[in-house]
């Protein structure tokens, strides 16, 4: 099955099913891009998060060319929610090249690790090779991050791949072009948690694109839902698996969309930030 039938079959896109993040074996398919592996019960071979957002992001272009919320008796059945709200704990103070790390370990730490970890990991340094080995050593643990980094090269290296999404064989872009993709978390969401491992939900959106004059492919909008499963390892929170759902998706204002050089010239400007719960 294609990465474009799996989102199809899965809701990916249409859908409302729950998507797992599995990344491509080696066998190609009519996108260029390889099959899924099935999950081992010993979770050795465990999904790799962030992929998803590049990924269902790219085959979207290349096919078309903290308190408990108020309660009241009407509430009914209606869930139990934690606002994502500030907490009062201090940002995380250190950093492994440019990410993050030195949770606590605690659900407001969890949560912390989840979120930008997220950002790392579907951001635009993950088709450089160097930045992307350095972002999965950080984000998994040790024999995890082995066991996945040739899956990960193989995707952000695969040519066919890269040209769908308008990126040149390097994983760069084009001349006069902008390559973006960030991920901007809108909440979080701690379902279960222990002082050993956690599972913590990410509602975010995402931008993902070519910014320029001649691009084929403009910068779009897209809403998701990540969970990641998080374990403590060696001193800090490391991703151990995740699924992945569409939306919550806004209802979309009647904006005029930016320029191609408003567009670029606001990634080339506004940083991003580290999260803290």
């Known amino acids: 099955m294609s990465l474009g039938d799996e989102h199809e079959a899965s809701g990916g896109y249409g859908g409302t099913g729950q998507t797992r993040t599995r990344l491509p074996d080696t066998d190609p398919d009519a996108y260029g891009t390889p ?52 907490s009062g704990e201090k940002p995380v103070d250190s950093k492994t090249g440019e990410i993050p790390t030195g949770y606590p370990q605690s659900e407001q730490g969890a949560q912390s690790a989840a979120t930008n970890y997220g950002i790392a990991l579907g951001s635009a340094d993950m088709y450089d090779a160097g930045k992307r080995r350095a972002i999965v050593n950080t984000v998994y643990p040790p024999d995890v991050a082995a066991t996945q980094m040739p899956a990960f090269d193989q995707v952000y290296s695969k040519e066919s791949f890269l040209e769908k999404i308008g990126l040149t064989k390097d994983g ?19 379902t279960a948690f222990n002082h050993s491992t956690a599972t913590v ?12 004059e001649a691009s084929k492919n403009p910068v779009t909008e897209s809403w998701y839902t990540t969970t990641y499963e998080l374990k403590w390892v060696d001193g800090d929170w490391k991703v151990t698996d995740s699924t992945q759902s569409d ?18 010239k606001a990634v080339e400007e506004y940083g991003g930030f580290t999260y803290a719960r």
């Open 247 to 264: 939306g919550p998706v806004p209802v979309g204002r009647d904006q005029r969309a930016s320029t191609a050089e408003d567009m670029t």
């Open 201 to 212: 939900a990410l509602w975010y959106t995402s931008l993902f694109g070519l910014s320029g």
């Open 35 to 86: 099959r899924r592996t099935p999950r081992s019960s010993s979770r050795s071979l465990v999904t790799v998060v962030g992929v998803v957002v590049l990924l269902l992001a790219a085959i979207a272009f290349a096919n078309r060319g903290g308190g408990d919320a108020d309660k009241s008796e009407s509430s009914g059945n209606k869930p139990e929610t934690a606002a994502t709200t500030p």
């Open 172 to 190: 760069t872009a084009p001349s006069g072009q902008t390559f973006i993709s960030r991920v901007i978390p809108v909440g979080t969401k701690v």
